[in-house]
């Protein structure tokens, strides 16, 4: 008996160390593109550790972002994407994951956030199995969020309960997370969510993944795809600056 238990325990180790070895290694991505975003400029500075970090140049900066990628998925992959929404005002940070899975790093996002002590509001931005992450983060510390956003996701826990600004941006096109997925899993998502279809967007052009990637017919551009994920991103995060309107109809649901 002791040595099946031994053989088990020896297999299930081999499974694990399998499947570590295969996440560590990222999809292919624009290595050329990703690269142009990572250095400083007048308008933004970056720093590649411990983090990736995009911090707009002038101030002053109330909001932060903390993204989380998905599985198997390098951090550069999203620096350009991030580039674009720290040059609109906000300090965002690309948390690298162990073994590219942020399964193994769910509370990343507290070292980001002691590390800017100054930033007033913090939202949580995760792609993929990243979204997952996210969701399970702000499941614990729901109060450390001023909002929660999920790019081409979904929670696998129930966070109706909880009443965090929420949005969930998707594309029709996705063949991994696809629209019928979110919709069979939107029970799950916090009460206050917002969803939003993105026409002709798929999975893989939320950030510089390799062409290669995209299999569907009938698809966007990838900078058009960008640009509305942003615009609508953006506008979200606005809302929840005191005194803007999601945050005066928060204050009335309060007050009710």
């Not at 399998?18 to 007048?42: C, I, N, R």
């Not at 994951?97 to 590390?115: E, Q, R, S, Y």
């Not at 995760?126 to 450390?144: D, F, I, M």
């Not at 390799?210 to 809302?239: C, K, M, P, V, W």
Request: proline share 7%.
């Amino acid at each position: 008996m002791k040595k099946i238990i031994a053989s088990v325990l020896l297999l299930l180790c081999l499974l694990i160390a399998g499947v570590l070895a295969w996440m560590s290694v990222p999809f292919a991505y624009q290595k050329e593109l990703t690269a142009a975003a990572l250095h400083s400029d007048s308008e933004v500075q970056v720093q590649t550790s411990p983090w990736l970090s995009f911090t707009p140049a002038k101030g002053p900066i109330s909001d932060g972002i903390v993204f989380y990628p998905g599985g198997k998925t390098a951090p550069a992959t999203f620096a350009p994407v991030m580039r674009q929404l720290a040059a609109e005002g906000h300090l965002v940070v690309i948390v690298p994951m162990p073994f590219n899975t942020a399964f193994l790093g769910i509370d990343k996002a507290n070292a980001v956030m002691a590390a800017y002590p100054d930033i007033e509001r913090w939202h949580l931005i995760g792609h993929s199995l990243g979204g997952v992450a996210a969701a399970e983060y702000a499941k614990k510390q729901p109060e450390r969020l001023a909002s929660l956003i999920f790019w081409a996701s979904y929670p696998a826990s129930d966070l109706q309960a909880f009443s965090l600004p929420t949005l969930s941006v998707a594309g029709t096109l996705d063949s991994q997370t696809t629209p019928e997925k979110i919709a069979a899993n939107a029970e799950k998502f916090p009460a206050r969510t917002q969803f939003i279809e993105m026409p002709a967007a798929n999975h893989w052009q939320y950030g510089y993944f390799a062409d290669s990637r995209n299999t569907e017919a009938n698809l966007r551009s990838r900078q058009s795809q960008i640009d509305e994920l942003l615009a609508h991103s953006l506008a979200f995060i606005r809302l929840q600056a005191p005194g803007a309107a999601g945050q005066q109809n928060e204050d009335n649901d309060n007050d009710a």
